[in-house]
T-cell receptor, first 115, second 116 residues
């Protein structure tokens, strides 16, 4: 079955540390890729997306992600995290089929940034 | 532009009852999708509506249904509620491209449903 995996369930970092959250999907066809963030008490917000073109995409708040097609991965990175980045991060994929509007989400990674 | 709005924000129901949740998409958006978020199952796709027609459906029982109105507002209904239906129900809107082409979805704050 088509699926999205986020292997890190809970990550704890100190402020200024670098961040990389993994995301892998299982689908051999064309995909569109997203990272969403859910801050405590807030709704899901789009961080960045990849549809086509340059596989390195930049999003809001200094986040970036790289699509590596051969590895079926779309990892999220940030060179220096801040306390305000504490949130849950979701990778989501649209696997292009006849019904392309369905987003399949990973289980999420809870990031805790300590001062 | 105003974002996606959902009402009510919180609901408490008892087993066997039914519930209707409402979603107003971003102005100009024609596609509305619904998701269920639970600690155990994460975010799961329920269904998508575009131009008053269900365009896509997830793997949920028939107790879960929805509809979309001509102004793109959508409602989701759950009949014969079960304890396991307790969840955060999220609505997302997108502009809705021809042929179901992928588009960015923007999420509302959700309706938290508790079934006792």
């Amino acid at each position: 079955a088509q699926s999205v995996s986020q292997h890190n369930h809970h990550v704890i970092l100190s402020e200024a540390a670098s961040l990389e959250l993994g995301c892998n999907y299982s689908y051999g066809g064309t995909v569109n890729l997203f990272w969403y963030v859910q801050y405590p008490g807030q709704h899901l917000q789009l961080l960045l997306k990849y549809f086509s073109g340059d596989p390195l995409v930049k999003g809001i708040k200094g986040f970036e992600a790289e699509f590596i097609k051969s590895k079926f991965s779309f990892n999220l990175r940030k060179p220096s995290v801040q306390w305000s980045d504490t949130a849950e991060y979701f990778c989501a994929v649209i696997m292009l089929t006849g019904t392309a509007s369905k987003l399949t989400f990973g289980t999420g990674t809870r990031l805790q940034v300590t001062l | 532009k105003a974002g996606v709005t959902q009402t009510p924000r919180y609901l408490i129901k008892t087993r066997g009852q039914q519930v209707t949740l409402s979603c107003s998409p971003i102005s100009g958006h024609r596609s509305v999708s619904w998701y269920q978020q639970t600690p155990g199952q994460g975010l799961q796709f329920l269904f998508e509506y575009f131009s008053e027609t269900q365009r896509n459906k997830g793997n949920f029982p028939g107790r879960f249904s929805g509809r979309q109105f001509s102004n793109s507002r959508s409602e989701m209904n759950v009949s014969t509620l079960e304890l396991g239906d307790s969840a955060l129900y999220l609505c997302a809107s997108s502009s809705g491209l021809a042929g179901g082409a992928p588009d960015t979805q923007y999420f509302g704050p959700g309706t938290r449903l508790t079934v006792l």
